[in-house]
């Protein structure tokens, strides 16, 4: 005999039938410190979250949606390890679910995961550093501008986009690209290990696939959405409970607000959608 609601909180805890439950975090949108009108993905804006997901009492797993073309590689790491350090504390399992993408910081945030599935047609990997850049020096020049920079320490000012390319500073630059790729070749074989099926050439080339051929490849373990794996792992009737962050500060904040600060928002906001647009292009999106 089931009782109605009332009385089911009476009852001893150990003698109620319990739903599975599972917390969801969505992880969407570029990787990287948080600014002014723009929101990006953060230990600093996502710790809590990942904490009060982690601590809901006798959950089944916690599920990552997944939805980034990358940006930071500090971030990045930091959320990845985040996420590992609480599903070790609680002992609990990980499942990362990519959408359009999981690509760059988007696909170390899915290392945090025991198992990633991705949609077929979902763009993963590109497992690479990239850095760029504009050269004006060269119009400065046409225009009648000189460039003057006073520092201390002979390599303070590199990569200056007002005066001619060094070899120097793109050797350097290089070499730090290179120190982070081979951190994030090391995640991915530490997380993925034997799964792994691609040789190193392939797998760390900086290129991008669909979800099946990450799957052909072990950067994947399979097909399949949230809400079917989740049925299909923890039966039916598993409760799958979205974890949200704070509302992200909008236009309605701003009534009341000086022009200036308008005209400061109206720059800022045009500026990281630029930005962002630049980083999801990448893949074709």
Do not use: C
């Not at 739903?19 to 600014?35: E, S, W």
């Not at 073309?69 to 609480?86: D, E, F, K, T, Y």
């Not at 690209?177 to 997380?191: T, Y």
């Amino acid at each position: 005999m089931r009782l109605p609601k009332p009385f089911h909180r009476l009852v001893p805890a150990r003698f109620r039938a319990r739903t599975p439950l599972v917390p969801v975090v969505r992880l969407a949108g570029p990787i990287g410190i948080p600014m002014p009108f723009r929101q990006s993905l953060s230990l600093a804006t996502l710790a809590v979250r990942l904490q009060a997901a982690f601590s809901i009492p006798d959950i089944k797993a916690v599920a990552l949606t997944i939805n980034s073309p990358g940006g930071s590689a500090v971030q990045s790491h930091l959320i990845m390890r985040r996420i590992r350090a609480l599903a070790e504390e609680k002992k609990v399992s990980v499942f990362a679910f990519a959408e359009d993408a999981a690509a760059s910081g988007g696909y170390m945030l899915a290392l945090a995961a025991d198992e990633i599935f991705v949609d077929p047609a979902s763009i993963v990997g590109s497992i690479g550093v990239v850095a760029a850049g504009f050269g004006f020096d060269k119009l400065i020049e046409r225009i009648g501008i000189d460039r003057r920079v006073y520092a201390a320490g002979e390599e303070k000012v590199i990569l200056d986009p007002f005066r001619p390319e060094r070899d120097a500073d793109v050797e350097r630059l290089k070499r730090v690209q290179g120190l982070i790729h081979a951190h994030f070749i090391d995640l991915v074989k530490e997380r993925r290990g034997a799964r792994l099926k691609g040789d190193d050439a392939t797998l760390f080339s900086g290129a991008f696939w669909t979800g099946a051929e990450a799957v052909d490849l072990g950067l994947a373990d399979g097909i399949g959405d949230l809400r079917a794996v989740m049925r299909e792992r923890f039966g039916e009737k598993v409760q799958l409970r979205l974890v949200e962050g704070p509302r992200p500060f909008g236009l309605g904040r701003l009534l009341g607000a000086s022009a200036e600060t308008a005209a400061r928002f109206d720059a800022g906001a045009l500026l990281a959608a630029v930005e962002d647009r630049a980083l999801w292009s990448r893949y074709g999106l």
